[in-house]
């Protein structure tokens, strides 16, 4: 009587899941200008899929083309809240974020526009900009609000955070609460918090050796040269919009910023005793030369023209390395930008003031999460007695860990409290723990 009662219970589930499913893919067939495939499903979901859906170059001008945007859909079920991802790059395989886990929600997971697949048959870059990047965000929210009628939530992670809190600030009322983590919002072209950040993180003794090191590295770049050149050779990487020399030199000054980001350890900073071929290695693991190479530049080509337009991004001090530097100017600090074909810009920083002031009053249902160690909260959204935000900064953590499953048991029944009050949710228990991402 029992097996006979597990087994209807066993297939019943299995027919309300097929029931969803059908009922999934019927929805999502009545979607206009949406394409998709059935992938594998994701673990604990009930139906995956891969969509195409149709976007214009210009949202307030539809005559001016078209192009098709990427975005994976994994559906728990329509009672069940959804958390929107706000991709900043490009996103090649379905992922399922921490967020979608711990709160037992559906996923739209949506690649940035101009990136990985989601492009234009001509690539116009004056397409690119926050204005048309949140308006894809609001099409795809109201294309699917039709068939997810609970709560929903927008999160995103590094560029990918700040494009969540752009998009808030566009369309404030298309989410319940936004959780960006590890979101840099700056304040300029050059943003100069990241300088002062450097004089304060870590302690002394650990800024001197990284100094140390930087200096290291430059004194003996004949040294270093004929090495960074071969495994140049080795990796297919190639220098022809930076020459190897200027490349090297960026990595160099790159150091400081890469090693605070991902939480780097001190004590394996090599000494002036350690051999050349060491420090190259070790220079390559946390601040690598290929990050300069032609080959990257190209892949990141969208996210430099942002940077250097709206968004803003930072520099490197040359003072203190004025007498060692070659080949990249010191009258100046060189910029952390790289533009597609060397094109020319004009940087308008008039969405990056006024997101800055809207963020000092705003007050509806953020979650910011930072991590205490990395460099990019040198930028991040300053924290303010409100109401309805709370902010995480999560010590000893970088951006590469600063996530709910790293957090402190305080730390974690705060954003507890505070998710099942916003989101009108009870979250389970399993979710509480799971420390899998």
Not at 176 to 204: C, H, K, L, M, W
Not at 368 to 384: F, K, L, R
Request: negative net charge; proline residues 4%.
């Amino acid at each position: 009587m029992n097996n006979h009662f597990l087994l209807l219970f066993f297939f019943g589930f299995l027919n309300i899941i097929s029931a969803q499913t059908e009922n999934i893919e019927a929805l999502l067939s009545d979607l206009p200008d949406v394409a998709f495939k059935k992938i594998e499903t994701a673990e604990n979901f009930k139906a995956t899929y891969e969509l195409k859906i149709k976007q214009p170059l210009d949202h307030s001008d539809s005559s001016k083309g078209f192009f098709y945007q990427k975005v994976f859909l994994s559906h728990k079920g329509f009672e069940r809240p959804t958390v929107m991802i706000t991709e900043g790059y490009s996103r090649s395989k379905n992922r399922i974020y921490e967020l979608s886990k711990f709160i037992n929600a559906n996923q739209i997971d949506i690649e940035h526009r101009f990136f990985g697949e989601s492009m234009p048959d001509t690539l116009n870059y004056s397409y690119l900009n926050l204005e048309q990047v949140t308006a894809d965000l609001h099409h795809i929210k109201e294309l699917f609000s039709s068939l997810y009628l609970k709560k929903w939530i927008s999160t995103g992670i590094s560029k990918g955070g700040a494009t969540t809190i752009f998009y808030r600030y566009f369309y404030p009322n298309d989410v319940d609460v936004s959780v960006p983590y590890v979101a840099p919002i700056n304040n300029a072209y050059e943003d100069q918090r990241i300088y002062s950040f450097f004089d304060t993180i870590g302690n002394e003794e650990c800024r001197e050796k990284i100094k140390a090191f930087q200096v290291n590295l430059l004194e003996n770049r004949e040294k270093i040269m004929p090495l960074l050149k071969i495994y140049s050779q080795e990796a297919s990487t190639h220098y022809t919009y930076l020459t190897i020399d200027e490349a090297f030199e960026y990595a160099v000054l790159e150091y400081p910023f890469s090693f605070w980001q991902y939480g780097h350890s001190c004590d394996l900073i090599p000494s002036d005793t350690v051999p050349i071929k060491n420090m190259v290695e070790y220079l390559d693991a946390v601040s690598s030369i290929s990050f300069f190479s032609d080959e990257s530049i190209a892949v990141f080509g969208s996210h430099y023209y942002q940077s250097a337009t709206e968004m803003g991004y930072y520099g490197y001090e040359t003072k203190e390395f004025k007498d060692l530097l070659v080949a990249l100017p010191t009258h100046t600090n060189p910029h952390a930008t790289f533009l597609p074909n060397k094109i020319n810009f004009k940087f308008n920083g008039e969405v990056l003031k006024n997101v800055n002031d809207w963020l000092k009053t705003e007050d509806n249902q953020f979650i910011y999460i930072y991590g205490g160690i990395d460099t990019w909260s040198a930028t991040a959204v300053p924290p303010a007695e409100k109401e309805n935000s709370e902010w995480f900064f999560m010590a000893g953590k970088h951006h590469g860990n600063a996530r709910i499953k790293e957090m402190t048991d305080l730390e974690k029944e705060k954003l507890i409290a505070t998710l099942e009050k916003w989101l009108s949710i009870k979250i389970e228990e399993s979710s509480k723990t799971d420390e899998k991402e």
